[in-house]
């Protein structure tokens, strides 16, 4: 039982690529989300997918785009990667509460 | 959006002291959750309480939510307690679970 994977741990993209999070949780939880977070501050959310087939935007979605696969998969995208975007992702999953996180991304954009 | 301040911004014990750690929110809730964020960035869920008071340990929790504030209560601290705490709330239903997140509380126990 793994809970929420993340993948890749580490990634460094040079400005302008693009790349996918991919997250996976076995703990048949309904709702998904993604965050980051920068040095000094709290988690901010990117967007969220409260069920399969539906996603939100959250409070810093511009630069990325997000799929939900199916109920386990919830992938991030970053299409032309910008040194703001410099940050640990982290992906989280609940039914109702509490909230559970995977592991992180740390990426860093140059 | 709601507000969410948490205090002390940082926090050095010996080990074996106790610890206060304080959250006010701006608006009234109805999901509220402590995390800790270990030296290694993994985030555990410590507790989810909108109210009232709950127990785990050497950690206690007690939300007023009346008065807009939660506590996060440290007893005979350990060197593995040392880390970042996470106050997160959210207002309206619980489902969509839209936690917003306050700056930490890091804390350092030495030995």
């Known amino acids: 039982n793994a809970g929420v994977t993340q993948t890749p741990k580490f990634q460094v993209l040079k400005t302008g690529q693009s790349m996918t999070l991919q997250c996976a949780q076995d703990m048949n939880h309904n709702s998904m989300y993604w965050y980051r977070q920068d040095p000094g501050m709290g988690l901010r959310l990117i967007y969220y997918?409260?069920?399969?087939?539906?996603?939100d935007k959250g409070e810093v979605p511009n630069g990325y785009n997000v799929s939900r696969l199916n109920k386990r998969e919830f992938s991030l995208r970053l299409e032309s990667a910008a040194p703001s975007q410099t940050s640990v992702y982290f992906c989280a999953t609940t039914v109702a509460t509490p909230l559970h996180f995977g592991n992180g991304t740390r990426l860093t954009v140059t | 959006g709601i507000q969410v301040e948490q205090s002390p911004p940082d926090l050095i014990l010996q080990e074996g002291a106790n610890s206060t750690l304080r959250c006010n929110f701006s608006d009234s809730v109805n999901n509220l959750q402590w995390f800790h964020q270990n030296p290694w960035g993994q985030l555990i869920n410590l507790f989810y309480?909108?109210?009232g008071t709950k127990q785990n340990g050497r950690l206690s929790a007690t939300t007023v939510a009346t008065e807009r504030y939660s506590l996060l209560y440290i007893s005979s601290s350990q060197t593995t307690d040392s880390g970042v705490y996470f106050c997160?709330?959210?207002?309206?239903?619980?489902?969509?679970?839209?936690?917003?997140f306050g700056e930490g509380t890091q804390l350092t126990v030495n030995p």
């Open positions: 309480i909108p109210s």
């Open positions: 997918s409260a069920s399969e087939g539906t996603t």
């Open positions: 997160a709330v959210e207002r309206g239903e619980t489902s969509g679970s839209r936690l917003t």
